[in-house]
């Protein structure tokens, strides 16, 4: 009994500190049906690591240091992207050991080097544990972990307890029931969410019958530094004259900072919104094979259109691969078509490498296609050879906005018709320059080559019009409609 007491104690504790909270000051305080999740949770994980290593005392002190490391987690997490853990966090575990230099990079030096030693020591003791374990022991863990289960069942029944939670809004119910019960919480309410209706494709007809091509390009971390760091100076010349040529320009109103690509992602591919998504809205990838019928090549596949995706990376991460195959992609054109960086080139493979490859696939192109590219370069963290971050920046979306005018200037010498989309994926996190709390948008440009007029030296008459991903998404499929 102490010993469970002392574990529940230090949990509590450990949510406690989570932000945010109600008051705005720590240690927080929590629902009652937050603080009773977290108790029978917290038991039920006691319980069956007791089951599994047969020692009390272990698993008390692995699932106390779980439950602390989830609010340092949470803590670095919210420092660097603006919100807390997620429960679909948890999906990500195999892509960190992956592909480490995507996350590691937002823990601070002692929570990096704290990972690195407790890890170890936590597999070392979960070894001798289960050598060394007591029957009697793990007899208690079954008996622990299955009264606290029934318990969490019957909780949930409870009818205040089923109304919580009933919108996907982290913060507010992290600050009102806690991380641990909003983790569980927000994980039932995304298993009782169910797949759309499929959507119906249109007749051929409604396309447009000429060998359109359509470009586009989700760069990488993609803003505007004039907004970013409130400097005219620092104006990207090609994204200014796209502007100027743009049948469509403005903010597209992104959901993730910092991080969480797919979300725009899936938002300009699948075209559904987050408020259809609901708790799917986190990470809607995880569920998106339920869905493909709403992506953009499988609505296209009636009108003979053929889709490609481009991306210089392992096309096994977010399950890329399986997804848009379900989704219409022909052909996905992955790590393997590109060279490798050279010294000095940078950690992954450039802008200009990939607009080369867009302009090869666009001259082999034959009838209407759909080329979707997702680029990686200016990819953090962002390093100016030991100099300022924001320089190191600077200079990987100087990149980028060079990729958007070559792209320009050589998709528009193509005889066909050519609509070139280009956007960012998200705003960067940036410490010290550009953090979390203010603005989230992204610029998008949509640009109809060899067709619109050039303008002048002011901006189109085109005024800037707001887009969720999901209305980028279908300004996309209504370029490829007859006019």
Known sequence: MLMSAVLVAVALTADACVRPTLTGRI????????????????????????????????????????????????AAKRRVLGEPLLFSDFALLFAVFRHPQFYFSALARWQRSALLVCAPLVLLLLAWAILHGSQAERVWGLA?????AIGIALVLRLPAVARLAQDPDADADVARHGLIATLFLHAVRWRQTPDPAPLHAIDRSTFAQDNRLIVVIQCESFADPVELFDDNALA??????????????????????????????????????????????????????????????????????????????????????????????????????????????GRYVSDAAIADAIVDLAQEAIGPTLIYAVTIENHGPWDAGGGDLREGYLRLVRNGDAML?????????????????FFGDHRPSIPGHVQPGGDRHTPYVIVDLAQSSRGDDGLSAAQPVGLTPAGLHQAIFESALAR
């Not at 272990?58 to 609010?71: H, R």
């Not at 005018?405 to 989309?421: A, C, F, K, N, Y």
Request: aromatic content about 10%.
């Open 27 to 74: 240690p927080a305080v929590r629902s009652t049906a937050g603080v009773a999740l977290l108790c029978l949770l917290v038991l039920t994980a006691w319980g069956l690591l007791m089951l599994v290593i047969g020692k009390a005392t272990g698993a008390a002190i692995i699932v106390g240091g779980f439950a602390t490391l989830l609010a340092t987690v949470s």
């Open 144 to 148: 622990i972990s299955a009264g606290s």
């Open 236 to 345: 990207l010349p090609s994204l200014v004259a796209a502007r100027r040529r743009a049948r469509q320009w403005g903010d597209l109103a992104v959901s993730g900072f910092g991080a969480y690509t797919m979300r725009t992602e899936y938002g300009v591919i699948f075209g559904r919104s987050e408020g259809q998504l609901g708790f799917r809205r986190f990470d809607p990838y995880l569920t998106a094979l339920g869905e493909t019928s709403f992506a953009l090549p499988a609505r296209l596949a009636p009108g003979n259109w053929r889709s490609l995706f481009v991306h210089p990376h392992d096309m096994r991460f977010y399950n890329r691969a399986e997804i848009l195959t379900a989704g219409g992609f022909a052909e996905l054109v992955g790590e393997e078509r590109f060279a490798p960086p050279r010294e000095g080139e």
């Open 405 to 421: 005018g070559s792209l320009i200037e050589r998709l528009d010498r193509l005889e066909q018709p050519v609509t070139l989309v």
